[in-house]
T-cell receptor
Framework: DTGVSQDPRHKITKRGQNVTFRCDPI?????LYWYRQTLGQGPEFLTY????????KSRLLSDRFSAERPKGSFSTLEIQRTEQGDSAMYLC?????????????FGPGTRLTVL | KQEVTQIPAALSVPEGENLVLNCSFT??????LQWFRQDPGKGLTSLLL?????REQTSGRLNASLDKSSGRSTLYIAASQPGDSATYLC???????????FGTGTRLKVLA
């Protein structure tokens, strides 16, 4: 499968626990994005990487959130001290700079439920 | 600040009908406009991408148009089928940032 993959697909955790999600982009894509989507809403931007550099972060990304892309390939999104309001679908997308006008391709998402 | 609106929020049509989904944006300085399909509980599937220099794109029964001056894009679906039932999202990529701003989507139901 050459698409964007995300792991895990579902995560249930208790309030106050830490969680980490992984995203593997399409192999040649140098741009990687994280979005969050709550029920009935469109995705909201969280952060963006070009290669290993994190170039843009949303104000939605509080101090409890951290994202990394250490080798410019896969990325991780960690949420510390989870809150019930963090329950959402976390979506990852990738694109190729200079190819297809930055068409973004999305993964299947990780659904987080905080009890 | 870019804002994206989609109308209608929900739509129910009989099979075979042609339909138009609307997307409007407030900042015309976009570099592209992308349409997606989302099935319940799933990720987003890219349908069509229109670059800022283009006016329309076509794929099969789908046609998307872009009018930057009026801040509008439309997605035309011909001869709708029950399998087209999903939420359709549009997203605007605005110059100066790489993030997409999404609308809240149109929930489409095609009745057999």
């Amino acid at each position: 499968d050459t698409g964007v993959s995300q792991d895990p697909r579902h995560k249930i955790t208790k309030r106050g626990q830490n969680v980490t999600f992984r995203c593997d982009p399409i192999s040649e894509h140098n741009r990687l994005y994280w979005y969050r989507q709550t029920l009935g809403q469109g995705p909201e931007f969280l952060t963006y990487f070009q290669n290993e550099a994190q170039l843009e972060k949303s104000r939605l990304l509080s101090d409890r959130f951290s994202a990394e892309r250490p080798k410019g390939s896969f990325s991780t999104l960690e949420i510390q001290r989870t809150e019930q309001g963090d329950s959402a679908m976390y979506l990852c997308a990738s694109s190729l700079r200079g190819g297809g006008a930055d068409e973004q391709f999305f993964g299947p998402g990780t659904r987080l439920t905080v009890l | 600040k870019q804002e994206v609106t989609q109308i209608p929020a929900a739509l129910s049509v009989p099979e075979g009908e042609n339909l138009v989904l609307n997307c409007s944006f407030t900042d015309s300085a976009i570099y592209n406009l992308q349409w997606f399909r989302q099935d319940p509980g799933k990720g987003l599937t890219s349908l069509l991408l229109i670059q800022s220099s283009q006016r329309e794109q076509t794929s099969g029964r789908l046609n998307a148009s872009l009018d930057k001056s009026s801040g509008r894009s439309t997605l035309y679906i011909a001869a709708s089928q029950p399998g087209d039932s999903a939420t359709y999202l549009c997203a605007a990529g605005t110059s100066g940032t790489y993030k997409y701003i999404f609308g809240t989507g149109t929930r489409l139901k095609v009745l057999a």
